[in-house]
């Protein structure tokens, strides 16, 4: 188990090598970082050289004239001390962990309801509430999900909704608790207003596209079980035909259609919603982004993801490959091998379009699939991921197409797998296993359990 101190704690021991060991304050922060991580104390939220600069002095003291300034209700230079107190947030976690905790969140939003109307400021204590709470997010409270919601029903000129929507994320980033609050707070009716204003810019619409992804995260550990599913089903039913729709209006925006699909890719968690996205032309338009961008890493990995989801539904699945992506697929993993995302998200592809359809991993064969595969497998020989799907492609590909699996065993498939075996054991033996069992290949199983020999008496 991970051990944890205080601030204090640590500039107790500091300050002790100073005083009783005579030491200077660098050989004194060198000797205390050795200590505690020899113990085997988590310094990651300690600010450590504080006894060398006196970082903790100027937030103290920024906290401190901002309150002034809202007590004095003057704000002429609440602006730069905003920018002041960020520089100092960006640092580190340590100096957001030590700010929170001097009241910095309470001091930020009680400055932004004290000026409403003072767009400036609103401005640049939203940017520094996001720095505060970058991969510090517990500091959110009702009252700030309120005063996010007010902000983004008062204020329509671009740059404030754009920071606001940056703190909205960050809160929603690895916190299941905030985000359920966030989105009750019906926050997704208000996302929903930007994406189908005529007007909007594709900056706007980028930012609402990361809070809705936000939304649908599943990541905080400290909850088993999260409500993703949930938010991404109702958002589902209130975009997809919006977020589709606006596919061909940001065609030549690369920026802004990559973030279009891969938000769709993180909203299509149902069957139906697949069949929606196909219907209104979102595999044509995905076919057609991999064509007029062939270079592209991002928007190949964005639109391999968005295909990868949309074969959930097994019409849909059957739809992608007569629609000839399969080339296209196998292209882009070959052309740009270089991007482990690229590939990764290739291999899935072909994993998930093949899975229970033989007739789908017969034109995979035609493409020459399995040659692509397997070098990337030795290109990537360390990771995981893409050995894993990897395995799961080939496993797809073989288990119905016995004749046709020849063609990986011909290229020297088994020795690759069984290198990967070699490589990385228990972190992949049941992905490779299951895929030289479908290949026809000699599986080596391990027996898990024995019993003890001790013989069964059923005498009363």
């Not at 996302?191 to 007007?199: F, G, M, Q, V």
């Not at 990541?219 to 919006?242: Q, W």
């Not at 197409?401 to 990967?420: D, S, T």
């Amino acid at each position: 188990m991970v051990r944890v101190i205080s601030q204090e704690t640590y500039d107790e021991v500091v300050n002790e090598n100073i005083e009783q060991f005579s030491m200077t304050p660098e050989e004194a922060v060198e000797d205390a970082i050795k200590q505690f991580e020899a113990q085997g104390v988590d310094l990651s939220n300690i600010m450590k050289d504080l006894i060398l600069n006196n970082d903790n002095e100027l937030i103290t003291s920024y906290l401190s004239q901002l309150n002034i300034a809202i007590e004095d209700k003057n704000y002429g230079n609440v602006p730069q001390t905003l920018d002041k107190l960020r520089n100092e947030l960006d640092k580190d976690i340590a100096y957001r962990v030590y700010a929170g905790k001097k009241g910095g969140y309470d001091t930020l939003i009680k400055l932004m309801k004290s000026c409403p109307n003072n767009s400036l400021v609103i401005r640049s204590a939203l940017k520094a509430v996001t720095s505060l709470m970058n991969g510090n997010p517990d500091l959110l409270n009702d009252e700030g999900v309120a005063l996010q919601i007010y902000i983004l029903d008062r204020y329509t000129d671009i740059p404030t909704l754009q920071y606001l929507l940056h703190w909205i994320r960050e809160c929603c980033i690895k916190h299941e608790q905030n985000r359920q609050s966030i989105f009750n707070a019906d926050i997704f009716n208000k996302l929903k207003k930007i994406l189908i204003r005529d007007n909007a810019t594709g900056p706007e619409l980028r930012d609402a596209c990361a809070v809705i992804r936000a939304l649908v995260l599943d990541d905080d550990i400290r909850h088993e079980y999260g409500k993703s599913h949930e938010h991404a089903t109702v958002i589902a039913k209130g975009a997809l035909n919006v977020l589709t729709g606006l596919m061909p209006r940001f065609k030549k925006d690369k920026g802004v259609v990559g973030d279009l699909m891969i938000t769709l890719a993180a909203l299509i968690v149902r069957n139906e919603f697949c069949q929606e996205v196909e219907d209104a032309g979102g595999l044509k338009f995905v076919v057609d982004i991999m064509i007029d961008y062939p270079d592209s890493e991002k928007l190949n990995w964005q639109a391999l993801k968005l295909l990868k989801a949309l074969a959930g539904n097994d019409s849909v699945k059957s739809h992608i490959v007569t629609s000839g992506c399969s080339p296209i697929i196998v292209s882009a993993i070959s052309r740009l091998k270089g991007s482990e995302c690229v590939v990764t998200a290739g291999l899935a592809c072909i994993s998930a379009l093949t899975l229970r359809c033989p007739s789908n991993a017969g034109v995979f064969y035609d493409c020459g699939a399995p040659f692509v595969i397997i070098d990337a497998m030795k290109a990537y020989s360390k990771s995981l991921s893409v050995l894993k799907q990897a395995a799961w492609a080939i496993r797809n590909m073989s288990v119905r197409n016995k004749a046709e699996c020849q063609e990986f065993i011909a290229y020297g498939v088994e020795g690759v797998l069984r290198n990967v075996l070699q490589l990385h054991g228990p972190k992949l033996e049941s992905d490779v296993n299951a895929a030289l069992r479908d290949l026809g290949l000699k599986v080596e199983l391990k027996e898990r359990w024995t019993g003890k020999g001790v013989s069964m008496d059923n005498t009363n």
